[in-house]
């Protein structure tokens, strides 16, 4: 069962997200705010990660920044959510190292093809 970590500060989204990812077959754990997303992908490395881009304490921007920049964590995928759809957020979000992008509110089948094909690719990068 793949494991996604959603970092989310609204908690309607992100109890109404993690519960449809959940019944999807998806284990889920999830975070307030951008520092304690860094802190939970480090100790509980999942296989993907939904980032709200704006967070408190620290935004999704940096904390993407940080994973990104450590050994540890590069690998996982990030998914950066934003609820603008301007192209400059969009932008902003891959050149802090976001692999992919998804605006809110969220459709859920866009987003489920997203983090498929995502979770594929790495899936092939750790094939012998
Ligand atoms: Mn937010």
Known sequence: MPKILLVEDNEMNRDML????????????MAMDGESGVMMAQSEMPDLILMDMSLPVLDGWEATRRLKSEGATQNIPIIALTAHAMSSDRDKALESGCN?????????????SKIEALLKDSNKGEAP
């Open 100 to 112: 992919d992008y998804d605006t809110k509110p969220v459709e859920l089948s866009r987003l489920l």
């Open 18 to 29: 993690s519960r449809r990812l959940e019944r999807k077959g998806y284990a889920v754990v």
